[in-house]
């Protein structure tokens, strides 16, 4: 069975709303270890670079698909690290093709 991935994207500014290229952005696994629904073990951690248009993509596997080793339950939450500064909000990403990091943390996800 093929594992469901959801798609992470947004754009990297700095305070001043100038476009930053070449940004390390990563999403890190809280807790685990965590596995796929068909027992499969997880990595823990994703990381790209934003392009020149400060654009990021991450592809995850949705939140409510992960499973803790301790137990059967559980949701696996992502912290979100841009240039080794760590967005302190745990993310649930859901489970579809894609969401926009912007709506991700409006929702208050």
């Known amino acids: ?31 685990g ?7 499969l073990p997880t990595a823990d951690y994703a990381r790209t670079q934003t392009d020149s248009t400060g654009y990021f993509e991450l592809d995850l596997i949705p939140s409510t698909l992960l499973f803790s080793g301790l137990d059967a339950t559980g949701i696996g939450e992502y912290y979100l690290s841009i240039d080794k500064l760590r967005v302190n909000t745990p993310l649930i990403i859901p489970n579809q093709s894609q969401v926009d990091l912007r709506t991700l943390l409006a929702s208050g996800i």
């Open 1 to 31: 069975m093929p594992i469901n991935i959801c798609k992470l994207y947004g754009y990297v500014y700095n305070v001043s709303r100038k476009i930053q290229s070449g940004i390390d952005v990563s999403a890190n696994l809280i807790g």
């Open 33 to 39: 270890p965590y596995y796929t629904e068909d027992g």
